[in-house]
């Protein structure tokens, strides 16, 4: 089981972190996508992280303003977001899987386990 946590109402320039934790299992053994959906938008993949921090991914849309983490003490990915835009705003969900290609780590299809989503409003 995983459960987001850490979305909150931030100014645009702010930031915030997400957390990501598990239950269940140990994290460090999945790989771990970041993703959000806007109203009215598809989810899309915002960072993903390998086993073993083997890789790390992002968007242009994100690139140098999101950093993906992990503490594998505490079975929890983060997601450090910087600079928020407006843009950034939606509900924010972490995903898992055993295996997966860096070449489709942003993809949602890929994962098979999701948390419920964390909510990010980010105001002009």
């Known amino acids: 089981q995983l459960v987001e946590s850490g979305g909150d109402l931030v100014q645009a320039g702010g930031s915030l972190r997400l957390s990501c934790a598990a239950s269940?299992?140990?994290?460090?053994?999945?790989?771990v996508g970041w993703f959000r959906q806007a109203p009215g938008k598809e989810r899309e993949g915002v960072s993903c992280?390998?086993?073993?921090?083997?890789?790390?991914k992002y968007p242009d849309s994100v690139k140098d303003r999101f950093t993906i983490s992990r503490d594998n003490t505490k079975s929890t990915v983060y997601l450090q977001m910087d600079s928020l835009k407006p843009d950034d705003t939606g509900i924010y969900y972490c995903?898992?899987?055993?295996?997966?290609?860096?070449?489709?780590?942003?993809?949602?299809?890929?994962?098979?386990?999701w948390g419920q989503g964390t909510q990010v409003t980010v105001s002009s």
């Open positions: 269940g299992a140990a994290l460090k053994n999945y790989a």
């Open positions: 992280i390998g086993v073993a921090e083997g890789f790390t």
């Open positions: 995903a898992a899987t055993l295996s997966i290609r860096s070449s489709g780590c942003l993809a949602p299809d890929s994962y098979t386990t």
